[in-house]
């Protein structure tokens, strides 16, 4: 296990390495100036030289490359103050560093991550085991026709229904907005209500299908066979042998679900009006600010890297007929 964490944490170094240079170099493709963002609309030439020069922009490419690299690991000094380590510079748009954006923007993003996966895990999960336990009744026709509907929607279609049917018309909800936990529990809990009810549905529905197809195959496994002829029970059958078997596909998609959700749902805020990581994201390629657009791309492919990297070890403590090599 330990060469496997060793190994994996110098894949991901390296993917971060290049995920970086290649955001990093093809800005400069760019034909615009992004100083010119900084500057504002009664800009001078002095005032677009000074600026080039307090962000660094005189530079070859290569060299702002480099210190922005060192940057991170050591911290910088830019004409507006001190980027204590992990400095990822200074906004182009708003002078405001990077990592405090980040770490401002981080909480809401989390919070409706989180609150989404419990929803749309129990729902799902729940769903697709019952759909499998009672194979070919009413109850499987019914989840199964249920998911395959739910599974079309998107976020951006179905947030303004809900929000329409429950905000607009007859303002039974508030609009979504965040409140921190820490303020108002109850106030956190129903600015992202809506949000998580919207998530959960789309989300509920391949979980449901994934959860049925992964617990009907399970259960033609040789090894829950035997256990049924020795006269286990069919409940204890299910729950002991199937449902643990049934959890490798299952982690796969939630991993890859989790990180994304993480990194920053850009349609999810974008559709509610929450500013997140993934809205931020989205300003930054907007604004053609590239500091903050760094930012979170790195901690974005991070978090990505990181739940990929949990999801592999967890396929051996699952199954132990995996092992990591």
């Given at each position: ?15 971060l390495l290049l995920i970086s240079a ?164 109850g106030g956190w809990f129903m600015g ?48 002991r042998y199937a449902w643990r078997g ?80």
């Open positions: 296990m330990l060469q496997f964490l060793i190994r994996r944490t110098f894949g991901a170094a390296l993917i290649f955001t990093f170099f093809m800005f400069f493709a760019i034909p615009q100036d992004p100083a010119l963002l900084a500057c504002g609309k009664n800009c001078t030439p002095d005032a677009l030289e000074i600026i080039h020069k307090n962000l660094g922009l005189d530079k070859p490419v290569t060299v702002q490359y480099w210190i922005f690299l060192t940057g991170i690991f050591t911290g910088r000094d830019f004409a507006v103050g001190h980027c204590d380590a992990p400095c990822f510079g200074v906004s182009f748009a708003n002078n405001q560093n990077v990592w405090d954006t980040i770490m401002d923007r981080f909480p809401l993003t989390f919070s409706l991550t989180v609150g989404g996966l419990v929803v749309f895990l129990i729902v799902g999960l729940g769903a697709g085991l019952l759909a499998a336990k009672f194979r070919g009744t009413w109850l499987d026709k019914t989840f199964s026709s249920g998911s395959l509907v739910l599974s079309s929607l998107q976020i951006y279609f179905l947030g303004p229904l809900v929000m329409l049917a429950f905000v607009y018309s007859t303002g039974w909800l508030d609009k979504p907005k965040y409140v921190p936990f820490s303020e108002d529990l992202l209500l809506i949000p998580w009810v919207v998530m959960a549905t789309i989300f509920t529905a391949n979980y449901t299908r994934m959860s049925r197809s992964s617990m009907i195959e399970q259960l033609q496994e040789e090894h829950v066979k035997a256990a049924r002829a020795k006269g286990m029970s069919g409940n204890y059958v299910f729950m049934s959890l490798i596909p299952i982690v796969t998609i939630l991993g890859i679900d989790l990180a994304s959700l993480l990194a920053g749902g850009m349609v999810t805020e974008k559709t509610f009006g929450l500013a997140g990581l993934g809205r931020l994201a989205l300003d930054s390629v907007i604004n053609k600010d590239l500091p903050m657009l760094m930012g979170v791309m790195l901690i974005s492919a991070s978090l990505i890297i990181l739940f990929n990297l949990i999801v592999d070890a967890l396929y051996a403590v699952i199954d132990p007929r995996v092992r990591l090599s």
